[in-house]
């Protein structure tokens, strides 16, 4: 069975250009996430959708980021426009809902230069 | 404020020594689970336990949580070069059963 597949692995930017991550949940799973990892840090929830709805987006910074999950299986998560700041990995897992653990993708790591 | 404190932040040990990592909060989770992360990867789950007291083993693994469901630890025997790695806790509460916050993590290296 195929994991959680994200692309692209790697992305180097300009600051003030957008850029898009996309990522693939394990089929079944409902549950989908959006993390940020810091270097030397745990991962920071972003957004999680119960299929295709945004059930909490708390933490997503709006002024910038956006993500969707159109027919509640594949998310896209979009930056417009990037910021140094936003230089991190940016992970998405999946899961079969509450009380069950993630499985993660390898995760996109960007680089705003 | 972290949520949930790890520690030690970095731990450098001999192959065959045993050592123990903690995770320690001041509220209550209605689960938890231990993840071990490589470079360039995700994490990846190790276990999860939502029991206060339980104990879980998984081979030379062995994770506790505490009796308040505020803290856990997990005690690896004769540790290996392959049990390196970036090892978080994460803890889902009931008023948001449905997300996980994690911890820093602790970064374990074992040395051959």
């Known amino acids: 069975e195929a994991g959680v597949v994200q692309s692209p692995r790697y992305k180097i930017i300009e600051k003030k250009q957008p850029v898009a991550f996309w990522c693939n949940p394990i089929s079944g799973h409902n549950t989908l996430y959006w993390y940020r990892q810091n270097l030397g840090q745990g991962p920071e929830l972003l957004i999680r959708y119960e299929n295709e709805e945004a059930v909490d987006d708390s933490q997503l910074p709006k002024d910038r980021f956006s993500a969707e999950r159109l027919k509640g299986v594949d998310s896209t998560l979009k930056i417009q426009p990037a910021e140094l700041g936003d230089s991190a990995v940016y992970l998405c897992a999946s899961s079969l809902g509450q009380g069950h653990g993630y499985t993660f993708g390898s995760g996109t790591r960007l680089t705003v230069v | 404020t972290q949520l949930l404190e790890q520690s030690p932040q970095f731990l450098s040990i001999q192959e065959g020594e045993n050592l123990t990592v903690y995770c320690n909060s001041s509220s209550v989770f209605s689960s938890l689970q231990w993840y071990r992360q490589e470079p360039g990867e995700g994490p990846v789950l190790l276990v999860t336990?939502?029991?206060?007291?339980e104990v879980k083993k998984l081979k030379r693994l062995t994770f506790q949580f505490g009796d308040a469901r505020k803290d856990s630890s997990l005690h690896i025997t004769a540790a290996q070069p392959g049990d390196t790695g970036l090892y978080l806790c994460?803890?889902?509460?009931?008023?948001?059963?449905?997300?996980?916050?994690f911890g820093d993590g602790t970064t374990l290296t074992v040395k051959p």
């Open positions: 994460a803890g889902s509460q009931n008023t948001n059963a449905g997300k996980s916050t």
């Open positions: 336990v939502v029991t206060g007291g």
